[in-house]
């Protein structure tokens, strides 16, 4: 039985402790005086992204299903959610199954797959599919996506999970027939100080909502929908991780240099998520609490309520990365494994390496590169109780 002694983050700070795992499962955790544990080497459990365009299909130029998952995995991140405005997007039965085929080949970390409605064809297929989500762009985005106008009450009435890409109005009323409804509603990227107000005064146990790191840490000078927001934005942002805003997740959405140099809206950013949110964290800028709520209870606490199997713990899946803190290091979009080798993180000085990834009990990625192990698989669903 493969065991670690090493200090794990958790809500109340880090503990060491000695993890054992038994096939693709954890199998004990013990609480250990630290004697074996390196002061500089975190385990952070099960961590996921929930808001990645893998591309692939007819844009290989700008991220492959491997590449994307590769970086994931050199970004720490053992699961992602794929995003489904690809060309062609993943907006009825025949292309999900496709696309399904093609994760289920390609992909090197564990993953879930959401769906496309953007008109009445499209609506009408995703009766017949369980994605994570249900994606509804009502705003403009890379492709043309854009729901149908009229659409929108509709697609809360299937009754299936919804993400939302939209400004505040758009914000409002998914709000609105989510409550009208009682359909989970996930708001994708908030980004305005007004725009969390907004949720905070409405959120119920069904109602979601994602900040991005570049969100969090940057504004203007670079090309993302929605906008970065100002420094009160960011404040506003920060202040509502883990209460409001229930995760941090990338928006990883990979362009190449010259579409970027034409204007192109995202980031490549799954590989730099992680250090830079325990950057935040061993500086201080944000509680274990806040970390440990937006890096993993609310990711988990998500999925699980789709009806997904994740998360760590006895028993759990033994998914988590090792990131060392010992040195502080400037960003290198041009070591990334994404197609995407620019950042606008570029040169900026963080604190945490990923050193390690393992999804299922195995080693996926270890010294700067993914292993031959790294083979991803969809989240199975949750077994339900007898
Ligand atoms: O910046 C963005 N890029 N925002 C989006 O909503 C879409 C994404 C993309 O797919 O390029
Ligand atoms: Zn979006
Ligand atoms: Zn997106």
Known sequence: MPQFNINIATGRGLFPVTIGFEGERIDSITYTDGAHASPTRLLIPSPVDLHVHLRDFEQLQKETVSSGTRAALAGGICAVADMPNTVPPVADRETYERRLELMSHDAACDFVLNFCVDDKYSLSQAASVDPFFIKVFLGETTGSYVLEKGLLENVFMLRKPVAIHADIEGMREAIKYSKRYETPLHICHVSRREEVELIARHKDERITCEATPHHLFLSGGYTVKPPLGNVNDRDALWAALGTTIDIVASDHAPHTLEEKEHGAFGISGVETMLPLMVTALVRGEISFKQFYAVMHENPKRILRSHGFEFGFGIGGRADFSIVDTS????????????????????????????????????????????????????????????
Request: with cysteine; glycine share 6%.
């Open 327 to 386: 040195e502080t290091y400037a960003i290198d979009p041009t070591t990334f494994h994404s197609k995407a080798k620019h950042s606008p993180f570029s040169g900026m000085e963080v604190e945490a390496r990923v050193v390690e990834t393992w999804v299922r009990g195995k080693r996926f990625f270890t010294n700067g590169v993914c292993t031959n192990e790294a083979r991803g698989a969809p989240i199975p669903a949750l077994s339900k109780e007898p």
